[in-house]
């Protein structure tokens, strides 16, 4: 029986799997800081970015949607939703589903300073590209994917 079999991954594997997830924080980090940078010619902060960039990729949705996307708090999106709107970014429409919670949609000047700063991350991410292939990018993916699965769904005490 190997590991797919039993669900279970073999201590080397959960070894590699620890290392992983060590990286993350300082890659997370890492990119926080440099999104940072990069953003503030929009005039952004990283949360606007986020709210911006999720509707973006999803088309309009509601504060509480997009937080479960996210994994954050609906009050914080809302925060983020607010400044968002205070700049013109976006705009509350109305949700045909739900009356007390309204879609939050991307204005035209939203969706041109999401795709500036979209552009300039996109050129950094080019540079590291380099020696990389489809077939380990895909992997990291579902590497990834895979442990933020696992990490949503664990009990938390």
């Given at each position: ?32 800081r440099k999104v940072e940078q990069d953003i ?14 999720l509707l973006r990729d999803h088309g309009p ?31 509350s429409a109305p949700n045909p589903a739900h ?59």
């Amino acid at each position: 029986m190997n590991e797919r079999d039993t669900g279970q991954a073999s201590e080397e594997l959960t070894d590699r799997l620890t290392k992983v997830f060590d990286l993350v924080g300082p890659l997370y980090r890492c990119t926080h800081r440099k999104v940072e940078q990069d953003i503030s010619a929009e005039g952004l902060s990283v949360g606007e970015r986020a709210v911006l960039s999720l509707l973006r990729d999803h088309g309009p949705m509601t504060v509480p949607q997009m937080g479960r996307a996210q994994a954050l708090s609906r009050q914080f999106v809302q925060r983020m939703v607010n400044d968002a709107a205070a700049r013109g970014l976006v705009e509350s429409a109305p949700n045909p589903a739900h009356q007390r919670s309204s879609l939050i949609r991307l204005t035209e000047q939203g969706r041109a300073a999401i795709a500036a700063v979209i552009r300039r991350e996109r050129t950094v991410l080019r540079q590291a590209g380099g020696d990389l292939t489809e077939t380990e990018v895909e992997a990291c993916l579902r590497v990834l994917s895979r442990l933020l699965e696992v990490m949503g769904n664990a009990d938390v005490d």
